[in-house]
């Protein structure tokens, strides 16, 4: 099956402490997809975006659909923490 799956668009996140930008960005349907990189790089604040939980600019699509367009509710994403500290 083909088609895009996820797709950033001039993505940019603006925190207190750094700026965190992807270039433009496009998966294909059912691509895995691994943000990897060293502690308090973004990739959280990425997650957290997507989700609907951070503010950013730009846009972020999924299977064409502006994310932004949605309450979090409908994206019908979920998050796990690494951490297992509150369970």
Avoid: C, W, Y
């Amino acid at each position: 099956m083909s088609g895009t799956g996820l797709e950033f668009k001039s993505f940019k996140v603006q925190r207190p402490n750094f700026t965190v930008e992807v270039e433009d960005f496009k998966s294909d349907l059912h691509e895995a997809i691994e943000l990897q990189a060293p502690s308090g790089f973004g990739k959280t604040s990425i997650i957290r975006a997507i989700l609907g939980l951070e503010a950013h600019a730009g846009e972020v699509k999924l299977q064409g659909v502006q994310l932004l367009l949605l309450p979090v509710h409908k994206r019908k994403i979920g998050m796990v923490f690494q951490d297992q500290v509150l369970f």
